[in-house]
Nanobody
Framework: QVPLVESGGGLVQPGGSLRLSCAAS????????VGWHRQAPGKQRELVAR???????NYADFVKGRFTIGRDNAGNTAYLQMNSLKPEDTAVYYC????????WGQGTQVTVSS
């Protein structure tokens, strides 16, 4: 039983949309912030967006105006709504939480291609 599971990735054309989900299997997830990160082949992992336990959000410059991070009412699932996708958004996307310091799951593949 893995503690965090990402889902929602897939193949989309440029300009399309995807909604990623990060589901937690532990009850303490809701009191910590969540960050979405991505990593393309041969590239370093980079922060995409994050949300604090209080709801404050931050976004990388390259996704501002296109991506939105949020949580469900109980705080057990984090989301990343991705609109106006570009080929350079192609990467494996991971969620991370200080609930599990240093833990990275399997991620979910996002491919943007025509």
């Amino acid at each position: 039983q893995v503690p965090l599971v990402e889902s929602g990735g897939g193949l989309v054309q440029p300009g399309g949309s995807l909604r990623l989900s990060c589901a937690a299997s532990g009850g303490a997830f809701n009191i910590y912030g969540v960050g979405w990160h991505r990593q393309a082949p041969g590239k370093q992992r980079e922060l995409v967006a994050r949300i604090t336990s209080g709801g404050s959000t931050n976004y990388a410059d390259f996704v501002k105006g296109r991506f939105t991070i949020g949580r469900d009412n109980a705080g057990n699932t984090a989301y990343l709504q991705m609109n106006s996708l570009k080929p350079e958004d192609t990467a494996v996307y991971y969620c991370y939480s200080n609930w599990l310091v240093g833990y990275w799951g399997q991620g979910t593949q996002v491919t943007v291609s025509s």
